[in-house]
């Protein structure tokens, strides 16, 4: 196949979901700015009445709409406007958080936008932990 045949990318564009560091804190503050917006600071507050901290019901109302929110910001970035593309966003975020401190504040305030806190067991409780003596 030459290379007239193949279709044109976009010109001195990394590959869809590649981000520097420097470009993921970008992507991560508009997602951030876009949960506090009015109207998505509103459906996800619907969606987390309607959850009524079930987490069940959690994953039902309230994932789908945070992912919405993420979907509307990061197409911009080349990633694909669907779950797998937010679930990119998100491994991508991920590699970049144990090197940066800023990047790991920021992806630890957009969970707490969504996740409910996790709440560990208190030490040594529960069944299958080995009793200190």
Do not use: W
């Amino acid at each position: 196949m030459s290379s007239l045949q193949r279709p044109m990318a976009a010109p001195a564009q990394a590959p869809p979901g590649s981000l520097s560091a420097e470009q993921a804190k970008v992507v991560l503050a508009e997602v951030i700015k876009a949960f506090g917006s009015p109207e998505n600071a509103q459906r996800m507050e619907e969606a987390r009445d309607n959850a009524c901290n079930d987490m069940g019901k959690m994953l039902q109302f309230l994932l789908p709409v945070a992912t919405q929110i993420q979907q509307d910001v990061i197409k911009a970035y080349g990633f694909s406007n669907d779950g797998e593309g937010v679930l990119k966003f998100a491994r991508l975020i991920k590699s970049y958080e144990s090197q940066d401190p800023e990047i790991a504040n920021m992806s630890g305030k957009l969970k707490a936008m969504f996740l409910p806190p996790m709440t560990l067991p208190p030490h040594g409780a529960g069944a299958g932990g080995v009793a200190a003596s």
